[in-house]
């Protein structure tokens, strides 16, 4: 190669290393422009989260780091959108109001898609998940729906979906077999109350129950979801500010881009979570699910 053609391909790689400059392997720049500049300018999405919900925002065994499904999922949307997501965490009931005081970019933690969220939060759809039935290990009341709770003791945590629930279904038991709907402050309390007969059946979020399920501690009565039976399905979301459309968008885009790649399968799987997988992302999409409280 003579002196001038050897200066001409230096020049050309120089300018493409330039057009890269600043970007992590992996980042794809199509999504990288979609964000606003002032996350560009950041380099970083601030995240509000509540790690208290296994798989899928927890504290590992430090007791520092916080892992779970949808901790993968931002690690996998940063590296595609070459930003970082920075977790913040923070009680669940004050997360919107971050987001909405531009505290946090975003919330993500085991949140719902309900009408009423979206008239405060633009909502990016993600996942499904739903509320199970929880019973002693072998089902010894043979409580195969919601209505096979008549007649029996069930709890509730307090404020909470499943609460709802057996709520509904107390109104529709016959009077010579009553429900009686206990309510708990915490999950953990309910199952105490199931290991000791307190209650006969409880509910909570799918997801959480079966990840907490498969690491129950020896030495305690065993507790199982009882399959094919699930309620309140919808879905499950990111949360981002009304005045944050290009970052919505994005994250958007972005989980979409690992729908169609097969990287969101190998999360979801991984967590065992791989029925509540979705092929489409939406935004604001709860009147698909308008419904969710239906019974049997």
């Known amino acids: 190669m003579n002196t001038r053609l050897l200066k001409l391909s230096l020049a050309t790689l120089a300018v493409l290393m330039a057009g ?8 794809d720049q199509k999504l990288h422009d979609m964000l606003p500049e002032k996350i560009k300018t950041a ?28 901790r993968e999922l931002r690690d996998e949307m940063g590296t595609r959108l070459g930003v970082k997501f920075t977790d913040m965490p923070a009680q669940f009931a004050s997360i919107i109001p971050g987001i909405q005081a531009g505290r946090f970019d975003i919330g993500m933690s085991a949140f719902g898609d309900f009408a009423e969220r979206e008239k405060i939060v633009d909502i990016v759809n993600y996942m499904l998940e739903g509320t199970s039935i929880i019973v002693l290990e072998g089902n010894p009341k043979n409580i195969h729906k919601l209505k096979d709770a008549c007649g029996l003791n069930a709890g509730a945590v307090q404020g909470s979906i499943p609460l709802e629930l057996l709520d509904k279904q107390k109104g529709l038991c016959p009077a010579d077999k009553p429900l009686n709907v206990m309510q ?85 799987d991984k967590w065992g979570l791989g029925e509540n997988k979705l092929d489409k992302i939406t935004i604001n999409d709860a009147a698909r699910f308008a419904d969710y409280l239906k019974l049997d």
């Open 43 to 70: 380099g970083e999405i601030k995240v509000g989260t509540e790690p208290q919900t296994p798989p899928y925002d927890f504290y590992g065994e430090d007791n520092k780091t916080i892992i779970g499904l949808e």
């Open 184 to 268: 708990f402050p915490s999950n953990d309390q309910i199952k105490i109350a199931l290991q000791s007969g307190r209650v006969d059946l409880s509910m909570d979020t799918t997801g959480v129950a079966a990840y907490s399920l498969q690491h129950q501690p020896e030495g305690n009565k065993k507790i199982e979801l009882v399959p094919g039976a699930q309620y309140a399905v919808g879905y499950q979301a990111v949360l981002v500010g009304k005045e944050s459309n290009q970052l919505r968008d994005a994250l958007a885009a972005t989980l979409q881009s690992m729908i169609d790649d097969g990287s969101y399968a190998k999360i979801f």
């Open 20 to 27: 890269t400059a600043g970007f992590a392997a992996g980042t």
